[in-house]
């Protein structure tokens, strides 16, 4: 999500059949194959938004990334 011109957006950067167990490890190869079929540089990424999933936390951690916690996710746990 983000505002432009002081509206909320919403863009859908990809979505993907995964039929491998989503462990760390499947997730990190998956995150990474992600960024190369956009054709992004890896050295430009400053961070990752996600849940507190053990498997994504994995995930980012092998990938050796900054991990950002979901807002979202966060307060929904607080008060959920």
């Known amino acids: 999500h983000f505002i432009q011109d002081w509206e909320m ?5 990809q979505t ?19 960024i190369a079929s956009w054709k992004l540089q890896e050295k430009y990424l400053v ?8 498997n994504i936390v994995k995930a980012v951690e092998l990938n ?3 991990r950002m916690q979901c ?4 307060l929904h746990l607080a008060i959920g």
């Open 64 to 66: 050796k990334w900054l």
């Open 71 to 74: 807002f979202g996710h966060r």
């Open 16 to 34: 993907s059949y995964f039929h491998q167990d989503h462990t760390g490890e499947h997730i990190a190869e998956a995150l990474q194959d992600a």
């Open 9 to 13: 957006k919403t863009a859908c950067l």
């Open 47 to 54: 961070a990752i938004t996600t849940d507190n999933g053990s």
